[in-house]
């Protein structure tokens, strides 16, 4: 079965540090590009960036920019999404999925990971 | 970078209907769009994408359009349907979600 599986709800202080990962199974990890998206409490899907796999080329939506690191270890077949210093503002459920093409990047995701809740607070 | 709107923002149908969602592109996107379905505690469904249903979706749901302006037609409501409904462009990055529909049983 094809299947993106999440590291864990996470509670944090602001200021902490953390990563979230998102183990990707039944498929070549690193012929579908991943990306990470964002859903606030109550709110949308937030495009935030994507890796692909193969050499860990990276583009960051300029919302997201500097703010979190995507990675990823291919030997693993693992992609994560980190910060250096969580805010209150982090708050929210944090998805990955697969791009579903091969060959190009123009292509929807069709692969999601079950969601990993980050709740920041004091 | 590229502004997706979704209308309305909720929808009221009844159990049969047929619901028609939209979404519009600020700017051409050409036919890379993708529908996605969203039901609460769950993560996101591909619905469709690049003008084709996803693997495993009833034929109820159809999408058309291109350049700026799409639609979302699902044929008769059922019961599993009710649920929030994304657009998504990926002509360009970053890949912005339109704000959603909400459609809800009337």
């Known amino acids: 079965e094809v299947q993106l599986v999440q590291s864990g709800a996470e509670v944090k202080k602001p200021g902490e540090s953390l990563r979230i990962s998102c183990k990707g199974s039944g498929y070549s990890f690193t012929n579908h590009w991943i990306t990470w998206v964002r859903q606030m409490p109550g709110k949308g899907l937030e495009w935030m960036g994507r890796?692909?796999?193969?050499?860990?080329?990276?583009n960051y939506s300029p919302s997201f920019q500097g703010h979190v690191t995507i990675s990823a270890d291919k030997s693993i077949n693992t992609a994560y999404l980190q910060w250096s210093s969580l805010k209150a503002s982090d708050t929210a459920m944090y998805y990955c999925?697969?791009?579903?093409?091969?060959?190009?990047?123009?292509?929807?995701?069709?692969?999601w990971g079950q969601g990993t809740m980050v709740t920041v607070s004091s | 970078e590229i502004v997706m709107t979704q209308s309305p923002a909720t929808l009221s149908v009844s159990p049969g209907e047929r619901a028609t969602l939209s979404c519009r592109a600020s700017?051409?996107?050409?036919?890379?769009l993708a529908w996605y379905q969203q039901k609460p505690g769950q993560a996101p469904r591909l619905l469709y994408g690049?003008?084709t249903r996803a693997t495993g979706i009833p034929a109820r749901f159809s999408g058309s359009g291109s350049g700026t302006e799409f639609t979302l037609t699902i044929s008769s409501l059922q019961s599993e349907d009710f649920a929030v409904y994304y657009c998504q462009q990926y002509n360009n990055w970053p890949q912005n979600f339109g704000g959603g529909t909400k459609v809800e049983i009337k």
């Open positions: 690049a003008s």
């Open positions: 890796i692909d796999p193969s050499d860990s080329y990276i």
């Open positions: 700017q051409s996107v050409s036919s890379n």
């Open positions: 999925a697969r791009l579903r093409s091969t060959v190009t990047m123009l292509d929807a995701f069709d692969i």
